[in-house]
């Protein structure tokens, strides 16, 4: 039967051969109701309408209408219930944005909840509707209001919800409190553990992290991988360097629909001679990491093979601060705030024919709209280190050093694999290092100094620990450690003295202003680096820098990063085989200042000749791969593993000094 619907005089309901002989009355029709005779009831009503338009009537109706299936309908008659005066009017205009919410009318749920905003403060179920449409578009100043109500709730979706987003602003007092209490109120529940765990790495709150790291591991230990389906994908990576292990963690996330993968790519394309890109994010502003490592390759881009569109969902708090001409990267939509749908029918406006989500699983990101037939080709790249779970993603770009053969059986998308690296990064616009000197820094002499510019975060119990062991094999030497928090120094110093090391022999030092960041690292010997996250955009600015940075091969994306960057800038001999050669490394070279400068002699040299920075030749192969790519769907073929050629290796430097 045809699914019922409310006209403008909201009386278009079902056939008025369904009408009983029986007297029309509310009081039948709630009868037929209480018996389970939906149909009949609903009959009753549609004729009763005709004399009877008020709030209960309408409320019965809708009560049918859910129960036939009909809930879109259902929501209109809710809302319709809600608009009558009355003392049942807020319940009914509730129940009409939850029904929308459920069938996808996000504008229409969003319409009454805003309308009843004060009570939401106090209504958990509003505030669910509410908070979970703006934490999808990115709106965050609007949902403050209701961490306190969905953190007291009992229901399990809306404390969910809760973790979500109270785990994005770390730094917030008010979040740390309410992670805090979430955790205590629900001890057993994994998915607040794992919250709770993601606040005690932020700090270098070590014995709190290994105590309920403890009972992590425990049940890992017992095969049950299900537990990781309670942690975040993003914040899983800072402790979880198991490949087979990173693809249980979805919270968050519903799982693929593999049917509506089908569909969109076979859906109808217009192609045309210019292959269009869409780039979604919201990073699109000058002073972002992603930005300082991508803007110059937009730039480069060849406009007469490539039409670029940057789908914007950037906050404007963050473009009050961003100093360059955007249009210099391609055209700028913006779809901040959007809803999925909204965002799909721009998307779809453009008729792109590859989009590309540079945000995966990280804070800010839009990958769920993905899931929509945004484009026949889909591909990850950059945000998120690792197979962005439960999104659909044709194409993964990375290296033959972050995604090996080894790595296939653990990620749904494909590999397209660049030559060099798959980090881009920009020569023209990054600050070049300025003379500095030690004594300025207020860093000792004749002291052999380690740095860590790296986020406090990826510091684990296993990278301090091996911190301490070099430290104490090498008597001459310092650790010069970024801490992003007085709390942060305070936890790393007590570890550090609880291991034995002399508190002079850690300089802590802050963030610093970008250009002074790039200056300043030149002052230290040797970068050492973290797992099982690695530096990233930290590592190539080391690069930059001039200051050699050491690692140790990794076991996942995120942990090879650093692998891939010095193999691109030609210094190999950096990445340790293991933890114990990396200390062993470590240690040789503090006591061998001489190959220190033979390294920094070398990044010197390499600087404008070697893969790592070469915007150009980096945009000449991801424009290869996107041309394979779009070949590919043209033809129908479903996507496949891609390894792009490098193009042969410069003879003269792209830029000078």
């Known amino acids: 039967m045809p699914a019922p619907g409310i006209d403008s005089h ?7 051969s369904w009408v009983l002989n029986s007297k029309v009355s509310f009081s039948a029709a709630s009868r037929d109701f209480q018996a389970g005779r939906y149909t009949q009831s609903l009959a009753t009503l549609n004729q009763l309408m005709d004399i009877q338009q008020d709030a209960k009537t309408y409320a019965l109706l809708a009560k049918n209408l859910v129960q036939l299936g009909f809930k879109a309908d259902a929501a ?23 029904l929308y919410y459920e069938t996808g009318s996000e504008d229409e749920a969003l319409l009454i909840a805003m309308r009843n905003l004060t009570r939401a403060q106090e209504d958990a179920e509003l505030a669910f509707i509410i908070t979970a449409i703006y934490l999808k578009r990115q709106q965050r100043d ?26 994005d602003d770390l730094n917030d007092a008010t979040n740390q409190t309410l992670a805090r209490n979430l955790f205590k109120r629900f001890p057993g529940n994994h998915a607040f553990r794992f919250l709770h765990l993601v606040f005690a790495r932020e700090f270098n709150d070590f014995e709190e992290a290994a105590k309920h790291q403890a009972v992590i591991d425990g049940a890992l230990a017992k095969g049950d991988l299900d537990i990781l389906r309670k942690d975040n994908p993003f914040y899983h990576l800072h402790w979880c360097g198991n490949e087979a292990f990173n693809q249980h963690a979805t919270i968050g996330t519903t799982p693929l629909n593999r049917e509506r993968v089908a569909f969109r790519r076979n859906q109808p394309h217009t192609w045309s001679d210019k292959i269009r890109i869409g780039y979604m994010s919201s990073d699109f502003w000058d002073r972002h990491a992603t930005m300082k490592l991508l803007q110059r390759i937009l730039e480069l881009h060849d406009k007469d093979r490539f039409e670029v569109t940057l789908f914007c969902h950037t906050g404007p708090e963050y473009l009050k601060h961003n100093d360059t001409d955007r249009s210099r ?30 945000k995966g699983h990280t804070s800010g990101s839009r990958a769920a709209a993905f899931n929509l037939p945004l484009a026949p080709v889909h591909v990850g790249w950059l945000g998120f280190p690792g197979s962005t779970v439960n999104i659909d993603l044709d194409y993964v770009i990375g290296d033959h050093f972050v995604l090996p053969e080894a790595a296939k059986p653990f990620y749904h998308e494909k590999f397209c694999r660049l030559p060099e690296s798959y980090q881009p990064n920009d020569p023209m616009h990054r600050p070049k290092p300025r003379p500095v000197t030690r004594e300025q ?10 740095a860590s510019f790296n986020g406090n975060r990826k510091i684990t119990p296993e990278v301090v620990n091996s911190w301490c062991r070099i430290l104490k094999r090498a008597p001459n030497s310092v650790l010069w450690l970024m801490a992003n928090s007085p709390r942060n120094q305070a936890n790393l110093s007590k570890h550090f003295q609880a291991a034995g090391i002399s508190p002079k022999r850690i300089i802590f030092c802050p963030r610093a202003p970008y250009e002074q960041h790039i200056d300043r690292q030149q002052a230290a010997d040797l970068g050492i680096d973290t797992f099982p996250v690695n530096g990233h955009t930290t590592t190539s ?23 891939s960057l010095l193999q691109a800038i030609d210094l190999p001999e950096l990445v340790a085989s293991d933890l114990q050669a990396y200390e062993d490394l470590a240690v040789e070279l503090a006591q ?39 070949d590919r769907a043209r033809q129908r073929l479903a996507p496949e593993h891609m390894d792009i050629p490098a193009l042969p290796p410069r003879t003269a430097p792209f830029g000078s000094e």
Request: glycine share 6%; aromatic share 10%; hydrophobic share 40%.
């Open 10 to 16: 909201a009386r278009t309901f079902p056939s008025r």
């Open 76 to 98: 209109k008659a809710y809302g319709l219930a809600g608009n009558c005066e009355g003392p049942n009017a807020y319940e009914y205009q509730k129940q009409a944005a939850k």
């Open 142 to 167: 609007i949902i403050r209001p209701f961490k306190t109500v969905l953190s007291e709730s009992m229901n399990p979706d809306h404390m969910r919800l809760a973790a979500l987003l109270l785990s």
């Open 329 to 358: 990267w391609g055209r700028i939509v913006d779809i901040h705030g959007f809803s999925d749908q909204a965002v799909l029918a721009v998307v779809r406006e453009h008729n792109i024919d590859i989009m590309v989500d540079l």
């Open 441 to 450: 820094l207020g860093l000792p002499e004749d002291a052999f100094i380690f």
């Open 541 to 563: 600015e080391q690069l930059w820098g001039g200051l050699p940075v050491l690692t140790v091969k990794g076991t996942n994306f995120a942990s090879r990063v650093s692998e």
């Open 592 to 630: 061998n200042p001489g190959r220190i400068a033979k390294y920094k002699a070398r990044l010197k040299e390499k600087r404008y000749i070697a893969p790592l920075f070469d915007a150009e030749r980096f945009c000449n192969h991801l424009e290869q791969a996107y041309e394979t790519m779009a």
